[in-house]
């Protein structure tokens, strides 16, 4: 392989990771904590959406437990953005056959 067959395949790369991104930041993914009382909407690229309370789940003296909720939420879904972000970027690296790049068997 070239120089010239590297640049080609690290600019390919780097375009197929800037349009990842872009749809990272439109896909929606959904956690709930509390068998549904507390519900968090997130994107892909980590920016959350709405967050999502049943009133039911509003109890003065509960305020903590509704903390813990929010939190358990939040948390499941910045995890399930995390593990897209690396699936689709995975991906893009895996195919493109670069050593030592997250997404190839054995490697990142």
């Given at each position: 392989m070239n120089i010239g067959q590297i640049a080609k395949m690290a600019q390919q790369m780097q375009t197929q990771m800037a349009q990842?991104?872009?749809e990272l930041k439109e896909t929606t993914l959904e956690a709930t904590a509390g068998g549904g009382a507390v519900r968090i909407v997130i994107t892909g690229a980590q920016e959350?959406?709405?967050v999502e309370i049943d009133?039911?789940?509003v109890d003065a003296?509960?305020?903590e437990m509704l903390q813990d909720l929010v939190l358990s939420a939040?948390?499941?879904a910045i995890s399930r953005s995390k593990?897209?972000?690396r699936e689709?970027?995975?991906r893009i690296a895996g195919g493109m056959g670069i050593p030592g790049?997250?997404?190839l068997p054995g490697m990142g």
């Amino acid at each position: 392989m070239n120089i010239g067959q590297i640049a080609k395949m690290a600019q390919q790369m780097q375009t197929q990771m800037a349009q990842a991104q872009d749809e990272l930041k439109e896909t929606t993914l959904e956690a709930t904590a509390g068998g549904g009382a507390v519900r968090i909407v997130i994107t892909g690229a980590q920016e959350v959406r709405s967050v999502e309370i049943d009133p039911s789940a509003v109890d003065a003296d509960e305020v903590e437990m509704l903390q813990d909720l929010v939190l358990s939420a939040m948390n499941e879904a910045i995890s399930r953005s995390k593990e897209l972000e690396r699936e689709r970027m995975g991906r893009i690296a895996g195919g493109m056959g670069i050593p030592g790049m997250p997404g190839l068997p054995g490697m990142g």
